[in-house]
């Protein structure tokens, strides 16, 4: 699925104004990550910045501006504030679920996962204490 949204950072400095922006690969990014990266780092790498500069700094200082979602990214975009956080959250819990259908089936005789709410979030839970200790 074709999850994207344009991100972008405009701001000045030493008299001369600079606009970057990039379409983020929103899937492509978790799965390679697994939560996501900063954003101002991806707008500086794509902008040959260094991050060790003052140009960076100021950069990081802007507020980064989301438009034009496409996919799951569109369920996020509220009154042009992105909640990447949510995102980020519920792409993980999804992605746990798909590794814990095959336990929930062999070990509680569940088919689908998603139609026992309680039992899902309990195996989530349980699942995210283990990644983190």
């Not at 496409?70 to 956080?85: C, K, R, T, W």
């Not at 709410?117 to 200790?133: C, D, F, P, S």
Request: charged fraction near 20%; include cysteine; aromatic fraction near 10%.
């Amino acid at each position: 699925m074709n999850n994207f949204v344009d991100a972008g950072v405009e701001f000045s400095f030493k008299g001369v104004n600079y606009h970057y922006t990039t379409r983020l690969d929103l899937e492509q990014l978790l799965q390679r990550y697994d939560a996501m990266p900063s954003i101002h780092d991806i707008l500086a790498k794509q902008n040959n910045v260094d991050t060790y500069s003052y140009l960076f700094e100021i950069m990081q200082g802007t507020e980064i501006e989301f438009s034009n979602p496409q996919g799951l990214a569109s369920d996020y975009l509220v009154d042009d504030e992105f909640n990447l956080a949510a995102l980020e959250k519920n792409w993980q819990n999804a992605q746990t679920c798909v590794l814990l259908q095959s336990i929930a089936a062999r070990e509680l005789g569940i088919t689908d996962l998603t139609q026992h709410h309680a039992i899902q979030r309990a195996l989530i839970e349980a699942y995210n204490l283990g990644r983190k200790a």
